[in-house]
């Protein structure tokens, strides 16, 4: 790769990640079809389902397809987040309704010592983290750049077609990423800039959200792209492991 007209500052560094994922990822998504991307590898799935037979307690969506969402809770690696807020001066009660749980909860994990345990999450669909992605992205744009008015969840129509759902998605994310490469240096410093109300981007300078949500994207992105792999081995002959790339 060419340094000629690379940019050094914050936000450039940022955004040439965020290019350099999005393009890996439209990479290894090229070809992607329905059965994989609702493929359930193991039984009990977080996926996108139909209204009618969601399994988890807060699925969400607008239309006839919703996304699985479970209990709220703080998963074991964002204790450490927990305690950041708490020691920034974060009241307990505001802690608590930043994670939508109860104040027993945030002392629970506030007091907690030694190595937290393992999270017990589900594994999810394909679907599930292109839908999660998606109305993640979507959300934070409506809410930094938008009205700040729509509920988050009710911005994306899920959908069981790949190629549509891929086709909203990368429209959402171009769009997040135009929008992010227009502000300030003042407006990147400025807190609450973002008002999304899930998470803590109202009580973070914006620079920490760009980072946030790139870290978002690229993380999903790694997971699609093993499940995009494991659906290829599924039915592969066992043999000697190929070499890595």
């Not at 059965?35 to 969601?54: F, T």
């Not at 803590?200 to 093993?226: K, Q, T």
């Amino acid at each position: 790769m060419g340094t000629e007209s690379a940019r050094t500052d914050r936000l450039g560094l940022l955004l040439e990640q965020f290019d350099q994922a999005r393009e890996m990822a439209g990479v290894r998504l090229t070809g992607l079809g329905d059965e994989e991307y609702l493929w359930e590898p193991v039984p009990h799935c977080w996926s996108i389902r139909r209204r009618g037979d969601a399994v988890t307690p807060r699925a969400y969506g607008p239309g006839e397809w919703v996304l699985d969402k479970g209990a709220p809770d703080i998963p074991a690696n964002e204790y450490a987040e927990v305690a950041r807020q708490a020691a920034d001066g974060m009241t307990i009660a505001k802690i608590a309704d930043d994670w939508s749980v109860s104040v027993e909860r945030v002392e629970q994990v506030l007091a907690h010592t030694g190595e937290p345990e393992p999270d017990h999450t589900a594994i999810t669909t394909i679907a599930w983290r292109l839908g999660h992605v998606h109305s993640c992205f979507a959300g934070q744009w409506e809410w930094t750049f938008g009205e700040r008015r729509q509920e988050p969840g009710l911005l994306v129509d899920f959908t069981p077609s790949a190629a549509l759902a891929l086709e909203r998605l990368w429209a959402t994310i171009d769009r997040w990423r135009d929008s992010v490469g227009s502000v300030t240096d003042e407006q990147l410093d400025t807190v609450g800039f973002s008002q999304y109300p899930y998470g803590s981007d109202p009580d973070d300078p914006f620079i920490s959200v760009v980072a946030g949500a790139n870290l978002e994207f690229i993380h999903h992105m790694a997971e699609i792209a093993l499940l995009r792999d494991l659906w290829r081995a599924r039915f592969a002959a066992a043999g000697p492991a190929t070499r890595g790339h």
